[in-house]
């Protein structure tokens, strides 16, 4: 491992390497090898949230990581060889390739997301009704009181 980390540096901007002691980083070198997930998760339980999500994204660079099944058929996470070849050229392809996924991604989401907008205004509009009509039903349960005359 210590021989695949050494080519990373030597290949990646130094800029897209977690600092040693970022949440990133044993996530970062756990799958400089591959690992199983549940691996993983023992080392930080949020692994699939943020310190992945810094990882594939735009802080470090965009690391292109490769999901597999493991011949127990465990979920392992994997840097992509691009990122191991030791070739600068094939690292910024990987990167490249996961900048691409990571947009496809994002606008899927995003179309998904319009379409539920009208879903999520019926909702807004139910509730507000239903909020609405419980203050007219607590006014209506008060004893009105007749101003003081001073």
Not at 63 to 75: A, C, T
Request: a positive charge.
């Amino acid at each position: 491992m210590e021989t695949l980390l050494l080519t990373i540096q030597l290949t990646a901007e130094q800029k897209n390497i977690p600092s040693q002691c970022s949440k990133s980083w044993p996530i970062f070198i756990s799958l400089i090898n591959g690992s199983k997930r549940k691996t993983i998760r023992a080392i930080n339980e949020s692994y699939h949230g943020a310190p992945l999500e810094d990882l594939e994204g735009e802080r470090f660079g965009y690391w292109l990581i490769d999901r597999y099944k493991d011949d127990d058929g465990d979920s392992c996470l994997k840097l992509n060889y691009r990122h191991l070849a030791g070739s600068q050229a094939l690292d910024t392809e990987a990167r490249k390739i996961r900048r691409k996924e990571r947009a496809k991604f994002s606008l899927r989401k995003a179309q998904q997301e319009e379409k539920r907008i009208p879903k999520a205004l019926v909702e807004l509009n139910e509730a507000q009704m239903e909020y609405l009509l419980s203050l007219g039903d607590a006014a209506n349960d008060a004893e009105i009181k007749k101003p003081t005359q001073g």
